[in-house]
């Protein structure tokens, strides 16, 4: 049976009581990607209705004006095994779970929004929202039934790959220890394309970010809705992998989608000293931890890695808001103003010189004034162009007349 999604009003932004907003903030802002650690809403430390160490808590949210946050459902890559995918599906299922645990602990302030209509319904209203998005493909355990599964908990992004090649597609970043060819000239797998069939059936958004060139391109084929990519820099000013190239950033706006540029450090800024000593201070935190390997849930959140990190930024300074919007115009320059989104990846290795936490959140808007931004492509940046999207891939969803 096909279920008719009522349409997102524009006038749904406009009749938000000024009194509401604080002044000159946006009519809505989202950041699409936030990190959450292994035992998040589980010990004292990671209870987001106090005030945490993460870079996201409701209090950082609420005072930051951070409007809205899709929280992650990560899963590192493992092998491409029976018990591999067992282990992924646990873990994404705990990270569903902490989510939960969030929204029934402090229900009168984050709520989670299944639909584009709900983010600004609960703006409204004056809670935050809580959305859901899935970081690798690989935690579907290699089932389809998984993605409905997902999109019934909430999920409405699911990030073909990250960091190695996995079942669905290849990576940005292929991992040698993976067994990995080191360039990618294929993309899509047949199930990773009934995985992108089946996110246009259900309504979740197709998240492009970490994927390689060739699955981007595999993808824009494959998809009957457009996509996104939740937090990626521009190749053009900073040679990384992990950085789109012009022709993609154009082939993503061509297909309606939009790209979320992302506020971390190593796409904004090449620093290979800061990266072997970051690598360091993982590797040696790993092993007083006793892990084997480094898993940055865990690890980054650990007083030594803490404190490291603040030894590493001190010795290389991170990129600042400057740099930031110095890719954002680039690819508004290139995509257009449509097409382009911001994210923090925070509590990920997200966080810059002027945006360290959700509580600095104005600094980005008011940067963005400096640069000669307007308030309309400010909105647009903030969310209004994520919510489009967002509101199509639910149009062709209903459309497809599969969505449960
Ligand atoms: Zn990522």
């Known amino acids: 049976m096909t279920l008719r999604r009522p349409a997102l009003s524009l006038a749904l932004l406009a009749c938000l009581p000024v009194a509401a907003m604080a002044q000159q903030d946006p009519p809505v802002t989202i950041d699409t990607h936030v990190d959450i650690p292994a035992t ?21 949210m609420e005072r930051g004006g951070l409007n809205a946050a899709f929280f992650i459902i990560y899963v590192e890559q493992g092998p491409l095994t029976k018990a591999g995918y067992a282990k992924a599906l646990a873990q994404a299922t705990q990270k569903y779970d902490d989510i939960d645990l969030m929204l029934t602990k402090y229900p009168d302030r984050i709520r989670l929004a299944r639909t584009p209509e709900q983010v600004m319904a609960n703006r409204k209203a004056g809670v935050l929202s809580a959305m859901i998005g ?6 579907l355990g290699h089932q389809l039934g998984n993605l409905d599964k997902a999109f019934a908990r909430g999920a409405r992004y699911i990030g073909i790959t990250h960091v190695g090649n996995n079942d669905l ?19 899509l797998t047949p199930f990773g394309h009934s995985v992108v069939t089946r996110a246009n059936q259900l ?19 494959a998809t009957k809705a457009p996509i996104i990519a939740s937090h990626s820099g521009a190749h053009a000013i900073v040679n990384h992998p992990r950085n789109l190239p012009d022709d993609l950033l154009r082939a993503i706006a061509q297909n309606g ?24 201070l993982a590797a040696q935190v790993t092993k007083a ?55 923090s990846d925070f509590d990920g290795g997200g966080g810059i010189d002027g945006w360290q936490n959700a509580e600095q959140t104005r600094n ?5 004034r400096k640069h000669g931004f307007s308030d309309d492509d400010i909105a647009k ?8 999207v967002w509101k199509q891939v639910d149009d062709v969803a209903a459309k497809e007349g599969k969505n449960p």
């Open 134 to 139: 899935i970081e690798n493909g690989y935690s």
């Open 169 to 187: 597609c290849t990576s940005s970043m292929p991992e040698a220890d993976l067994g990995d060819a080191p360039l990618a000239e294929t993309g």
């Open 289 to 343: 931890a006793g892990d084997k390997q480094y898993d940055s849930d865990k690890i980054d959140f650990l007083p030594a890695y803490v404190e490291g990190m603040r030894k590493i930024d001190a010795a290389f300074p991170l990129p600042n808001l400057d740099d930031y919007i110095k890719q954002i115009r680039h690819m508004v320059g290139v995509a257009g103003i449509d097409h382009v989104g911001l994210a």
């Open 203 to 221: 309504g979740i958004m197709v998240d492009v970010s970490h994927s390689s060139d060739a699955c981007v391109r595999d993808v824009l084929k």
């Open 40 to 60: 998040y809403m589980r010990t004292a430390q990671f209870d987001v209705g106090k005030d945490t160490p993460l870079r996201v808590d409701l209090g950082k």
């Open 364 to 368: 980005v808007t008011e940067a963005l």
């Open 381 to 388: 940046l903030w969310g209004g162009n994520l919510l489009r």
């Open 257 to 280: 989608g939009v790209v979320q540029a992302v506020a971390y450090k190593g796409f904004l800024k090449l620093d290979p000293g800061r990266e072997l000593a970051e690598k360091a």
